[in-house]
């Protein structure tokens, strides 16, 4: 006996329609979109006040141990900027290849790698990363080639000189640090002598800073103008 084989008619899943092109979503369904948004972070915006505030702190400090330790308290608020960055931005997926031109310059910039790397070297090793540098006083004959003196004295901060004859010029060098090279992997690196192509004071710190810290003010405005939008109302 021969089965007649059995037919079946399936229905299309979907009706027989032209396909069209897809349309702009409306402004609405953007305006919502953009209703999420990703937060700024104080805690940025915190270490950069620390850090500003240990620049500040340099400068009045009376000692080489306060002003050492400012330094270093300034290096590790510093680097926190960025770590804290990478955190709190680094949940966007355009931050990876966002932050690209910063991680470069991060890594070869002299000063920003000088930074960087002393501020590992205080935290993760023994090396010193300052040495104090004693003052000196110079006294010599001034514009007229001579000069006697009677009597000279320092009082508050202040030369008091009685002169006979001549002219006579005083150079006062008062104690100060003096940033030292540090290693990474190994590698010395120098103290820097410049930064993004233009020169920089190797014996200054607290220009040195100051030069660092307005880096990185620039490098958390970019990002918060980037990453954070605001809301449509």
């Avoid at 006996?1 to 953007?30: D, G, W």
């Avoid at 400068?59 to 306060?66: I, K, L, V, Y």
Wanted: glycine share 6%; charged share 30%.
């Amino acid at each position: 006996m021969k089965c007649n084989p059995c037919t079946r008619t399936i229905p299309n899943a979907l009706p027989n329609k032209t396909l069209q092109p897809m349309r702009k979503r409306p402004a609405e369904f953007r305006a919502r979109c953009r209703e999420y948004k990703m937060q700024s972070s104080p805690k940025l915006r915190e270490e950069l006040d620390r850090a500003a505030a240990e620049v500040a702190s340099m400068h009045m400090s009376g000692t080489f141990d306060q002003f050492e330790e400012h330094w270093k308290a300034f290096l590790s608020h510093l680097e926190r900027v960025w770590n804290k960055s990478q955190a709190h931005f680094g949940r966007s997926p355009k931050w990876k290849s966002w932050k690209a031109r910063f991680e470069k310059q991060r890594d070869r910039d002299p000063l920003l790698r000088y930074l960087r790397v002393a501020r590992g070297a205080h935290e993760h090793t023994t090396e010193d990363i300052l040495v104090k540098e004693s003052g000196f006083i110079s006294i010599s004959a001034g514009p007229t080639g001579s000069g006697a003196i009677r009597n000279l004295s320092f009082d508050k901060g202040d030369w008091k000189m009685e002169l006979i004859s001549g002219s006579i010029t005083i150079i006062t060098s008062p104690d100060h640090a003096r940033p030292l090279p540090v290693k990474e992997r190994g590698r010395v690196l120098s103290v820097p002598t410049s930064h993004l192509g233009k020169t920089v004071d190797p014996s200054d710190l607290i220009g040195l800073a100051t030069t660092g810290l307005a880096y990185y003010e620039k490098f958390l405005e970019e990002a918060e103008s980037f990453f954070v939008t605001e809301h449509d109302v």
